[in-house]
């Protein structure tokens, strides 16, 4: 059975360097130097899938890609996913003083996830 794969991406989300949380390692869209050959077609569909209004394309993205296990290490995988979404919505969404607004809703915040069994 071949490996399966899940792609978790923060839309809004851009780094300069790799950032690890937890065991997994969040990298620019541009960054595939990582990435599983038998997964670089997908991750290449996934990432030209996020748009702003008016069909501008979101060209820097963050990502994280993990191998699943079948196993319990998929719910910590999953728990860790949960908390980096927690995380940024939180430090996204409070208030700054710059805007004298929010900078983005806890929505924008939202990891989008996506496994394909292959």
């Not at 399966?4 to 390692?25: C, E, H, I, S, W």
């Not at 079948?70 to 719910?75: A, G, H, K, L, V």
């Not at 995380?87 to 969404?93: F, G, M």
């Not at 924008?108 to 394909?116: I, V």
């Amino acid at each position: 059975m071949s490996p399966k794969y899940l792609f978790a991406f923060l839309r809004y989300l851009r780094t300069a360097q790799p950032v690890r949380y937890r065991g997994l390692t969040f990298r620019q869209s541009a960054d595939t130097n990582d990435i599983p050959q038998e997964v670089q077609n997908d991750f290449t569909i996934l990432k030209d899938m996020f748009f702003l209004s008016d069909n501008y394309r979101l060209q820097d993205t963050t990502y994280a890609v993990a191998k699943l296990t079948d196993s319990e290490e998929d719910q910590i995988l999953f728990d860790t996913l949960s908390e980096v979404q927690t995380i940024v919505a939180y430090l996204y969404s409070a208030p700054r003083s710059e805007f004298n607004d929010i900078f983005l809703s806890a929505h924008d915040g939202h990891a989008g996830a996506s496994r394909r069994e292959r």
